[in-house]
């Protein structure tokens, strides 16, 4: 619908008929699915790694679309191989 992803328009919808009887709309949102506490870590990950890049250095000045492209194609790669749970391993 207009761009937006179906799992979000599901879940609107599902959180539209809770409300219609009366549920406890806190209660439903605060439940996180499994996979969320990795997803939000993973994420968190690739963040810290971006903001650890030096892009001050020489090769980041030449301006290059394709060079951006490619230090964030690494950032994500290397978030994607780090263990999660380990903060650590995302600072150099």
């Known amino acids: 619908m207009n ?6 328009i599901d879940r609107a919808d599902e959180l539209i008929l809770l409300a219609a009887k009366g549920e406890d709309l806190i209660a439903a949102c605060a439940a996180q699915p499994e996979t969320e506490p990795e997803n939000l870590e993973r994420a968190e990950t690739t963040a810290r790694l971006f903001l650890a890049e030096d892009f001050r250095e020489e090769t980041y000045t030449s301006g ?3 060079e951006a492209q490619k230090v964030l194609e690494d950032i994500i790669s290397r978030s994607e191989t780090v263990e999660l749970g380990t903060r650590d391993s995302t600072r150099s």
């Open 3 to 8: 761009g937006i992803d179906q799992s979000i």
């Open 64 to 66: 290059s679309s394709s």
